[in-house]
């Protein structure tokens, strides 16, 4: 199946900074991506879709200024987490839709875990 | 409010045994239905989608069942072994890929 790369797997960052996550798809083109929250123990919940080549959408309640999400590549979205704080940590995953797979498949990338201190 | 319920929070079943997972949702009109397993510090891992006019998918020990009158899907996993032990996760689709998830049930097999 189709393969979503996530970078970095983890990270740990000093509260203030600016921490930037990379969603990749390896072996097709994702005009749509999706970034999702996870807290422990909790469910997935979708932040923002992200299109090639326009703005994100993002879902109520979460500031797209404090996350930013660029999407210049039919294979690459990157979420930028601004001035993270400790309540930012989080398991934070990507998925793609593959435009020529199964309609409605979603491929998901491994998470980013972001601990800011 | 929109809610999508899976039965438990955890559920044990002895090695050999059916696993039945459930979810049950309101107030979704969903396109489909997926499931998906997700382990410990990993994303998860698309297993069945099935369409809001299908009664019931299979692949191979896994079995989908969606009822849109009761508004609910079953999961099932026959001849459940210890490497199914995973947190189990159903997720609506709204016909615009964007997927809504239920808070997973963490299924243990026991050998």
């Known amino acids: 199946g189709a393969v979503v790369s996530q970078h970095p797997s983890w990270v740990i960052c000093k509260s203030g900074t600016s921490v930037k996550i990379e969603c990749r798809s390896l072996?097709?083109?994702?005009?749509?991506m999706f970034w999702y929250r996870q807290f422990p123990k909790q469910s997935l919940m979708l932040m923002a879709t992200?299109?090639?080549?326009?703005?994100?959408?993002?879902e109520q309640g979460v500031e797209k200024d404090k996350f930013l999400i660029n999407h210049a590549s039919l294979t690459l979205s990157t979420l930028t987490v601004t001035s993270a704080h400790p309540e930012d940590s989080s398991f934070y995953i990507c998925?793609?839709?593959?435009?020529?797979?199964?309609?409605?498949?979603?491929?998901f990338g491994e998470g980013s875990r972001l601990t800011v201190l | 409010s929109q809610k999508i319920e899976q039965n438990s929070e955890a559920l044990n079943i002895q090695e050999g045994k059916t696993a039945t997972l459930t979810c049950n949702y309101t107030?979704?009109?969903?396109?489909?239905l997926q499931w998906y397993r997700q382990d410990p510090g990993r994303g998860p891992v698309f297993l069945l989608l099935?369409?809001?006019?299908?009664k019931e998918k299979r692949k191979e020990r896994l079995k989908v069942t969606f009822d849109t009158t009761l508004k609910q899907s079953l999961f099932h996993i026959t001849a459940s072994q210890p490497a199914d032990s995973a947190t189990y996760l159903c997720?609506?689709?709204?016909?615009?890929?964007?997927?809504?998830f239920g808070t997973g049930t963490r299924l243990t097999v026991i050998p």
């Open positions: 072996d097709f083109q994702a005009t749509t």
């Open positions: 997720a609506l689709e709204d016909g615009a890929n964007n997927l809504f």
């Open positions: 107030n979704y009109s969903p396109a489909y």
């Open positions: 099935i369409r809001e006019n299908e």
């Open positions: 992200s299109n090639e080549g326009s703005k994100a959408t993002y």
């Open positions: 998925s793609a839709v593959d435009t020529g797979g199964v309609a409605g498949e979603l491929f």
